[in-house]
């Protein structure tokens, strides 16, 4: 995923943007860099891994070296940034968050009207670089930036350093991420998270629309291009990827949790599924606050029967092996014995992708005494993987659990009944649930409605993209 900070004062903002992309940390983990601008040393720019150290550890030491009035901050997963460009369009610092499915088109067309990229390891192309050469054949930013979202088959929300201290930001195409600014005395912000410039002093100024361009300056916020009429947020962003106190369209991602969980709760009562367990308790971290909506709803305890251990291990998502991944996550977990055993226990996690983490965790749960382990998932069953923000890191489609279960339940035919698979109340819908039970040891499994999450967000559901879970753009 990835998430951006940036700063126009009348003051030196680096310091602010240390903080403010240090804030974002939970959306990336691969790499980090900053970009400043000051008429001393004009365009400066630091990148280094955070795969083993975080943000904080390894930016400490630019307070000192970097300055500036005008900054730049981003958290990555894949490509490092900002890079720094030099063309007709002057020299400026340059990151984006999303991701570009059609490179391999794009390089060619590029490439052969005469231009050439620096490959990375394995061949592979800088996104951001590619993103700057599209840019940088219109003669202005705000039409190049239009003429390469218009091009991207995916996702791209832009920050831009001019060479004259100016911040050029631009929401995405159809707005399946946020961007807001944020107000002080001294200069405004720009920011994938409102919490992040909230603690710096900062006052909300505006939303991004989809598709909105503006530039920032330490006095104004000037609009370059109006937003397009379509949104389409990303609806994952509520249900796991957001950070508790952030707020995107005007909802908060806690709030919307709690809703979420208290909307299951209700349906396993109609449904007459709530079978009857000890305590609710919520796969950490993000499980969490949609197991509390659940509880509260419901009735029954809330209790944390595992503890994840977080002061030397690091996020369970960090490395990018898969095998290595499970390994930490399995690491971290510290039973609470009093709380599993022979204890029936209904867990609620954010999502269920590939399954391989959770079994662990279920058999960890049995090893440690449970008497039974149900789940809920917060969200629907995951049917494609996400062309626009990665978020699921799978490789194929068959990687995710409910696509790999239809195919042994029907085979590629199967595929046609998607929409009843998703479905809990219909014949395949409980058939696919019985057999993800089996894999995962589970005593009982239901699934968030599609129309459950929707409510709880709380959108009109022509502004939200669904499309891991119905593929619809």
């Known amino acids: 995923m990835g998430g951006f900070f940036g700063a126009v004062s009348k003051h030196d903002a680096v310091e602010d943007v240390f903080f403010g992309t ?12 900053m970009a400043a601008w000051d008429r001393k040393n004009g365009l400066q720019r630091d990148i280094h891994s955070i795969e083993n150290s975080p943000f904080r550890t390894r930016f400490e030491h630019v307070k000192e070296e970097m300055k500036g009035c005008s900054a730049i901050g981003i958290i990555s997963d894949y490509d490092p940034q900002p890079l720094l460009i030099r063309s007709k369009l002057g020299a400026y610092a340059i990151c984006m968050i999303g991701i570009i499915n059609n490179t391999k088109e794009l390089i060619e067309n590029y490439i052969s009207s005469g231009g050439h990229f620096s490959a990375q390891t394995g061949g592979n192309i800088n996104s951001t670089e590619l ?7 219109k003669e202005g930013f705000v039409e190049g930036i239009s003429f390469a979202q218009s091009l991207i088959d995916g996702t ?12 050029i930001a631009a929401r995405d195409f159809k707005g399946r991420l946020p961007i807001l600014v944020g107000r002080r005395e001294d200069g ?5 998270e409102n919490f992040a410039y909230q603690k710096l002093g900062y006052e909300d100024e505006k939303e991004l629309g989809p598709g909105e361009i503006i530039c920032i300056t330490a006095n104004e916020v000037k609009q370059l291009k109006a937003p397009e009429k379509e949104m389409r947020i990303c609806s994952f962003l509520w249900s796991y990827y957001g950070y508790p106190t952030s707020r995107y369209e005007g909802v908060n991602v806690e709030v919307m949790r709690y809703r979420n969980g208290a909307i299951m709760a209700e349906n396993d009562e109609l449904l007459k599924n709530n079978t009857e367990v000890d305590y609710v308790g919520g796969m950490p971290d993000s499980g969490t606050p949609h197991a509390i909506g659940y509880s509260n709803k419901s ?11 977080t002061p030397s291990w690091s996020r369970s998502f960090m490395p990018t092996v898969q095998n290595k991944r499970d390994k930490i996550a399995k690491m971290k977990q510290i039973p609470v014995i009093e709380l599993i055993e022979n204890k029936r226990l209904l867990f609620v996690d954010d999502s269920i992708v590939r399954g391989t983490q959770l079994r662990e965790t279920v058999e960890f749960l049995y090893n440690n005494g449970a008497k039974e382990v149900h789940m809920r998932s917060a969200c629907p069953p995951i049917m494609y993987g996400c062309k626009y923000l990665n978020f699921s890191r799978a490789t194929s489609d068959m990687e995710l659990i409910a696509r790999r279960v239809i195919m042994e339940l029907e085979g ?21 649930r019985k057999r993800i039970c089996e894999k995962l040891h589970l005593a009982s499994l239901e699934f968030q409605s599609l129309e459950g999450v929707e409510k709880a967000i709380g959108l009109p559901t022509c502004k939200l993209c669904t499309y891991c879970w119905n593929g619809k753009e």
């Open 22 to 33: 240090d804030y974002h940390s939970h959306l990336g983990t691969r790499r980090a860099g």
């Open 131 to 137: 993103l700057a050469a599209l840019i940088s054949q």
């Open 156 to 167: 791209a929300s832009i920050l831009i350093l001019t060479d004259d201290g100016r911040i």
């Open 188 to 192: 405004y912000c720009i920011s994938f």
């Open 299 to 309: 009735g029954i305890p809330f209790a944390r029967a595992f503890i994840k251990y």
């Open 412 to 432: 590629e035919d199967g595929f046609k009944y998607i929409d009843e698979y998703s479905d809990g109340k219909t014949e395949r819908g409980k058939n696919l």
